[in-house]
């Protein structure tokens, strides 16, 4: 059971940065992703990383979002630069069902995801 805190959401304006962590009770030798949900929307998903460093993203935040993480510090990491208002929304990370679950075509779907945090709120205003 992998338990997983974010944290470093906020408000910023339109063109700021954050970055956001996330915490994992046990190791992040996973493949993980963030996924976000606006109001009214589903659930998307915005950036996943493999075991390694293969990442993937949306095409609403290739060029703006870096996703990282830190296996010695058990810590999932998504910079945001150049934020937009439709950047607003809860941010949510999440790791695999187990360490050799990690398929690249779906990679951003929550269907591939067991592990969930609560989420941080980031809103971006014009």
């Known amino acids: 059971q992998v338990q997983l805190v974010e944290s470093g959401g906020g408000s910023v304006q339109a063109g700021g940065s954050l970055r956001l962590s996330c915490a994992a009770s046990a190791s992040t030798d996973y493949c993980m992703a963030w996924f976000r949900q606006a109001p009214g929307k589903e659930r998307e998903g915005v950036a996943a990383?493999?075991?390694?460093?293969?990442?993937k993203y949306a095409d609403s935040v290739k060029g703006r979002f870096t996703i990282s993480k830190d296996n010695a510090k058990n810590t999932l990491y998504l910079q945001m630069n150049s934020l937009k208002p439709e950047d607003t929304a809860i941010y949510y990370c999440?790791?695999?069902?187990?360490?050799?679950?990690?398929?690249?075509?779906?990679?951003?779907?929550?269907?591939?995801?067991?592990?969930w945090g609560q989420g941080t709120q980031v809103t971006v205003s014009s």
């Open positions: 990383i493999d075991r390694g460093t293969s990442t």
């Open positions: 999440a790791a695999a069902p187990t360490r050799w679950y990690c398929r690249r075509s779906t990679a951003l779907s929550p269907n591939d995801y067991s592990y």
